[in-house]
T-cell receptor, first 113, second 115 residues
Framework: AQSVTQLDSHVSVSEGTPVLLRCNYS??????LFWYVQHPNKGLQLLLK??????LVKGINGFEAEFKKSETSFHLTKPSAHMSDAAEYFC???????????FGKGTRLSVIA | EPEVTQTPSHQVTQMGQEVILRCVPI?????FYWYRQILGQKVEFLVS????????KSEIFDDQFSVERPDGSNFTLKIRSTKLEDSAMYFC?????????????FGPGTRLTVL
């Protein structure tokens, strides 16, 4: 079975400083991994996805994530946080060819001016 | 930009009542999904729907739940007799195709409160 663990429920950073949101996955199969973001009163929006191509994945709004099989990790990073990055972030895994997304519990990112 | 919409944004109901949550998926999408998130817990898959039938469902999706695509644009989730533990945020999603290469586009959710 697939699962993801988001290691922090809440991360707070100052504007202009780096962002690191941590995610570890567990999968018996070659996984596909995603990061989704949810802004208040908005739907879940796809930030980026890893599907067994390049291990460093670039997404929207300057975010990127690196798939590390040896560490079973897929951490989300951004070099410089912006106020508009404040949101809930979800790490998600799916088995290739399958349908249901399996979500982590989410990490709430706060950005302080 | 096309988006998934959901109505209502917030629904309050009494225990034992039936509720219908509505979703309008992106118009050329073929696969539809419902997920839910109980406060403080993970987003969980409920059901997927393709070609007018359920293609996959989780153990959460018991006989109290049903889905329907009544008119070619709406996609509904019905809960026949709501329980307190059905209180959650319900997300609808749609995708052009299935599988990991196809992004699921999510709506903003309906918050269901069962009293």
């Amino acid at each position: 079975a697939q699962s993801v663990t988001q290691l922090d429920s809440h991360v707070s950073v100052s504007e202009g400083t780096p962002v690191l949101l941590r995610c570890n996955y567990s999968s018996s199969y070659s996984p596909s991994l995603f990061w989704y973001v949810q802004h208040p009163n908005k739907g879940l929006q796809l930030l980026l996805k890893y599907t067994s191509a390049a291990t460093l994945v670039k997404g929207i709004n300057g975010f990127e994530a690196e798939f590390k099989k040896s560490e079973t990790s897929f951490h989300l990073t951004k070099p410089s946080a912006h106020m508009s990055d404040a949101a809930e972030y979800f790490c998600v895994v799916i088995r290739a060819g399958n349908t249901p997304l399996v979500f982590g519990k989410g990490t709430r990112l706060s950005v302080i001016a | 930009e096309p988006e998934v919409t959901q109505t209502p944004s917030h629904q309050v109901t009494q225990m034992g009542q039936e509720v219908i949550l509505r979703c309008v998926p992106i118009s050329n999408h073929l696969y539809f999904y419902w997920y839910r998130q109980i406060l403080g817990q993970k987003v969980e898959f409920l059901v997927s729907f393709y070609n007018n039938e359920i293609s996959e469902k989780s153990e959460i999706f018991d006989d109290q739940f049903s889905v329907e695509r009544p008119d070619g644009s709406n996609f509904t989730l019905k809960i026949r007799s709501t329980k307190l533990e059905d209180s959650a945020m319900y997300f609808c999603a749609s995708s052009a195709d299935r599988g990991s290469y196809n992004e699921q586009f999510f709506g903003p959710g309906t918050r269901l409160t069962v009293l």
